[in-house]
């Protein structure tokens, strides 16, 4: 599936082609309608929560590269610091998630939570790959 990267180049492209054929009216907003429409379609895509919740566990991640990448970490490392954050969200239904700060301090928890798990979809995919590829290496 092409990335939303990808849709607006070819977009780009379609666009620069039919430029140099001589079509020069309106240009412009037909090349921003369709990128628009791109950028609806992806949103569409994720949702609103799923969309936000995506960007701000992106946000996270690049507050943390100085860290380094995640494929050759522990999957028992990822899994103890998401049950961290997960354990943190304990009685989230208490008095003490009531303010404001104390609610943006459970989104944090759930936004590391969600990147530790991600981290090991993330390896277990990548090793999933490779056994897949031998497999094919090997039937070929």
């Known amino acids: 599936m092409p990335t939303l990267k990808d849709r607006i180049a070819e ?8 430029y ?28 609103p929560a799923l969309h936000w919740f995506a ?5 996270d991640l690049r507050r943390n590269e100085h860290k380094g990448g995640w ?10 610091k998401a049950l961290k954050h997960l354990m943190a969200l304990e009685n ?3 008095i003490k998630f009531k303010t404001i700060i104390s609610k943006k301090h459970a989104i944090d928890h759930c936004i590391k ?3 530790y798990m991600m981290m090991i979809a993330h390896n277990l995919i990548e ?5 897949v590829e031998k497999k094919v290496e090997k039937d070929e």
């Open 11 to 18: 977009i780009l492209s379609d666009c620069s082609s039919t």
């Open 20 to 47: 140099k054929l001589g079509h020069k009216m309106h240009l412009n907003i037909v090349v921003l309608k369709r990128i628009m429409n791109e950028i609806d379609k992806e949103q569409k895509i994720l949702g």
């Open 55 to 59: 960007e701000e566990m992106e946000i």
């Open 71 to 80: 494929l050759d970490g522990e999957l028992d490392y990822y899994r103890g």
């Open 92 to 94: 989230i239904d208490s």
């Open 113 to 115: 939570s969600a990147n």
């Open 127 to 131: 090793e999933l790959k490779k056994e």
